[in-house]
């Protein structure tokens, strides 16, 4: 009699909805040469988790984009090429809910990644703290919409980044970007600005410590109950989302000079907000989720892009337009470059932890954790279970 193994993972569901299941298969197929097995012991939940419903939900297929615990299988590609070893306590980024690989997803007490879409965390956290201060899935996105999709110059203190992978060429419109670790600049010239809208949320703190790093100037839009902790994050100038005024003090502040923005938040009315903050030359605007077309016709000086965050794994996505991918192998690329970069920064504990609220109540925690988030009823802090 063959026995076949399961594990209890949070799935989707035959009416268009995510369930808990404690019967699902493990990862199927044989581990590639570039792949880890682990045991997961923390997950954190992402707006994008809850998004995973309808159409882009796969009855059976396992969700989860963020996942730390144990190595529990090394492939020889990940072991020689990448150092990993069974029994490293590791942070993975995961493509869950993907059709083409749906047996492989976050919210699962065991999964696999990619070397590339896996980090070491520090000795000093715990899972929960790594999956919380390092999840991969924002800090994957972001430096992905920071140095690729806006263009930006990664500087010395994001190597190897800056130095295998400079920015992409061409992108219009030119900007002259100076900033603090310019070898070029000035004494008495002014550090290029970069606007990040929704600085109080996950992505938010991500981008303002990577673009401190980079040696920009920030600006940053919070609410005014996440202006302090905004603040601490490195923003040097913070304003209030709510207020009527909000994108005429940006202005204000940047001498009507603002060309670079990330919008972590990307609705309708936060593009308007950061067009409406931009300087009369206009300049490129990143978003996290797609723009709208109608805001975006409405200055022609701009340049509007987004990303999908889990893209730099190499994965071909097969979800609903617009968000379906191919397989990018520029993508890849940078991930590749990325990673050992961000492995340097939590060595060198440049890193510090978002607000987190960490609760011991599993995968049936996680899928009630999943309909707060929907119902807006979570803010502010990194929701994390446990397993």
Known sequence: MTVTETQSALIGGPDGEVILSKSCPLPQGDLGDDELAVAVKAISLNPVDSKMRGAFLTPGATLGFDAAGVV????????NQWGYRVGDRVVVAINGMNPLRPSIGGFAQHTRSYAWGTLKIPDVWTFAQGVGGMGGSAWLTVPWALFHSLGLPAGPELEPLHSRLPPPVGLEPKINIITSHSLFRKPNQQVTTVLVNGGGSYTGTCAIQLLKLAGFHVVATCSLRSSEQTKSFGADAVFDYNSPTCAADIRTHTRNSLRLVIDCIASPGTMRLCYAAMGRSG???????????????????VRPSWVVGMEPLG??????????????????EFCKAWN??????????????HPQRVRDTGLAGALEGLAEIRENKFAGEKLIFTL
């Open 283 to 301: 300049g490129r605007y990143a978003a996290l989720d797609p723009f709208s077309a109608d805001v975006a016709v409405t200055r022609a000086v």
């Open 315 to 332: 994965d071909e996505i097969a979800w609903p337009a617009p968000y379906g991918r191919g397989a990018n192998p520029a993508a890849l």
């Open 72 to 79: 529990t299988a090394v492939g020889s590609t990940a072991e």
């Open 340 to 353: 050992p970069t961000m492995q340097r920064l939590l060595d060198r504990g440049l890193v510090r932890l």
